[in-house]
């Protein structure tokens, strides 16, 4: 299996960016997929998924109404659109997989990914 991400980067506070992440190699095509972020000095938290059959998606409530999960089975490609980013929004972000999923929904509590991408870098400057 492998989860990579791309799209990372610098960005001024109010900007815009799209992370990808590309899934290979998973047995089924049954899973919940997400986005984890890390800020130096914080633990890791998740802030949005989804099921890769189609779900409503989750958010935490610092990205809700910013940031928008999608992901096209087909491709295999999970997308995190961010848009109207923040310095806090700073940290290394990874693209994480549930599977096979304990439950027919993603919800942000219940996310527990066996599955990491090694991340991609997003600096917000102000």
């Known amino acids: 299996w492998q989860l990579v991400e791309s799209g990372g980067g610098l960005v001024q506070a109010g900007g815009s960016l799209r992370l990808s992440c590309a899934a290979s190699?998973?047995?089924?095509?049954?899973?919940?997929i997400g986005w984890f972020r890390q800020s130096p000095g914080k633990e890791r938290e998740g802030i949005a998924c989804?099921?890769?059959?189609?779900?409503?998606?989750d958010y935490t409530d610092a990205v809700e109404g910013r940031f928008f999960i999608s992901y096209d089975n087909a491709k295999k490609q999970a997308y995190l659109q961010m848009n109207s980013l923040k310095p806090e929004d700073t940290a290394v972000y990874f693209c994480?997989?549930?599977?096979?999923?304990?439950?027919?929904?993603?919800?942000?509590?219940?996310?527990?990914?066996?599955?990491w991408g090694h991340g991609t870098q997003v600096t917000v400057s102000s």
């Open positions: 994480v997989v549930e599977e096979p999923p304990r439950f027919r929904t993603c919800t942000i509590p219940n996310l527990d990914p066996n599955y």
């Open positions: 190699g998973f047995t089924w095509d049954d899973y919940a």
């Open positions: 989804m099921m890769s059959r189609g779900s409503a998606p």
